[in-house]
């Protein structure tokens, strides 16, 4: 049998509470995110500006692409805070997926969705 993460039921505890916080921090991000994005939508239509050549419809655009961006990184968390909330209850959580060392309880406290220790996450 593989090495075991030294993670006490306390760690187990408190890393569950972080994925769960996590999960409820990410969604109403994506909801005030979907939020943003809508009105900026609607303000560009309501403006009818011309995107090419009214420097404001390049700000509208680029806000618009800003919040767009910030929206597939928060699906994208939410997603991994997803697999984390399944993985929190395997005996593997906290193993890294690449050296399988230990990931760290501090280093999974910080980012309760980490799949790499820090060595090989940089
Ligand atoms: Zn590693």
Avoid: W
């Amino acid at each position: 049998m593989a090495d075991l993460p030294p993670l006490t039921s306390r760690d187990r505890r408190a890393l569950r509470t972080q994925v769960l916080n996590g999960l409820i921090e990410v969604d109403a991000q994506i909801v005030a995110l979907t939020r943003s994005f809508d009105d900026i939508v609607a303000a560009s239509e309501d403006s009818n500006v011309d995107d090419e050549h009214d420097p404001e419809g390049t700000t509208i655009a680029f806000e618009r692409q800003q919040v767009a961006a910030l929206l597939r990184q928060a699906k994208v968390d939410r997603e991994a805070l997803l697999v984390a909330r399944d993985h929190v209850e395997q005996p593997s959580y906290g193993v890294c997926e690449y050296c399988r060392g230990f990931i760290g309880v501090e280093r999974l406290l910080a980012l309760p969705a980490a799949t790499r220790c820090i060595a090989c996450a940089s």
